[in-house]
């Protein structure tokens, strides 16, 4: 069996993104919510957003399932994630846990014949990502990764416009990710630590996002990378703990339409809380998208430039159905993952809701990471394995 560049095998993998198949799915969308963290409250209340019902939370204590089960109304608190995981009354579990839970906590549920929406990154390697990936098929179980910036309205308009051809033949695509919450030595996360978090942190967090949200708006595929990485300091927290993952990512791409680009990926850049930027250029025109302003669409051309409102008469279908509120009140991170719950439930009952990001995508997101860890690595360009290269060790 061929090598790749990323260390993995390489096979022809079939199954990968096929729709949901399997026994009859329940109207109801009853959930767990495994973790107690920030993520886990975001998931509760999306849920509950769109009448669904969390049923239980597990935490890695009781006492802190205790405390977010009475903060959030909910009927029970477990210490044991499994034993909700295997709960009869349990359609759907949210895994908002630390990195190195995400798959054996995944792959239970799937066993178990519930439906998952797991947190990103989906596995903290790609083999291990494919397994998930190859599980989820098999099950016939709806098995989401949340990408939610793919649920902003202008983000959408933004794929909408480069599909119908409105700004030419796409030849430049740049921005970056930038946040500013690990800046000093003294803050420190266990996203820090590979053990718990993985070999790769700023980009397997963020930078994961900025990539899906390139590849999702034009359609294409990165196929090669040139990438380093840098840390701002080799030790975090109050014992001085040693790192080893890194602050900063800088890297060039190509896809397989022939688009050229640069990213910069970055948790340390004072004053920058969540900026996501994409800005893609054609023959016609150019795009760009901010995630920290997402009521507008900045488009410019030769002859005219100006801002796209997320009220604009001519906004294109799938733009449209995504906006929840009346124009002036500002839709966020909070609303995007409420369209993530919603388009979930719908696929649960039998649509194929468009843009809906599953755990193949995780997978592409994870042999990205790989793949720019390696060139990173060995100061060189990397060929970005095709999913249908992608097999098990």
Known sequence: MERNVTGMSVKKVTGLGDPPSGPAIPQAYRAAVVGTGFMGRVHSHAVRANGGEVVGVAGSSHAKAERFRARHGIARAHTDALELIHSPDV??????????????LSLAALAAGKHVVCEKPLATDADTALSMTTAAGRSGRVAVVPFVYRFHPMAREARARVAAGSIGRVGLAHGGYLQDWLLYPEEDNWRVDPEVGGPTRAFGDIGSHWCDMLEF???????????????????????????????????????????????????????????????????????????????????????RTGLIWRDDPELSADATRLVSLPVGHPQGYQDCFNALVADTGAAIAGAAPDGLPVFADGLRAAVLAESVLVSARERRWVDVPTMSEVGPA
């Open 91 to 104: 359609d759907v579990v949210h895994v908002c846990t630390p990195n190195h839970l995400h798959a054996p």
């Open 217 to 303: 708006v034009t359609g294409d595929r990165i196929t090669s990378v040139s990438a380093q990485t840098s840390r701002i300091t080799d030790a975090r927290g109050e014992d001085g703990r040693a790192v080893t993952t890194e602050d900063l990512v800088s890297f060039q791409f190509a896809t397989a339409g022939g688009v050229v680009g640069t990213a910069v990926i970055s948790q340390v850049s004072p004053g920058r809380k969540n900026q996501l930027v994409l800005e893609v250029s054609g023959t016609e025109g150019s795009l760009r998208f901010d995630q920290e302003r997402p009521e507008t669409l900045w488009a410019g051309g030769r002859t």
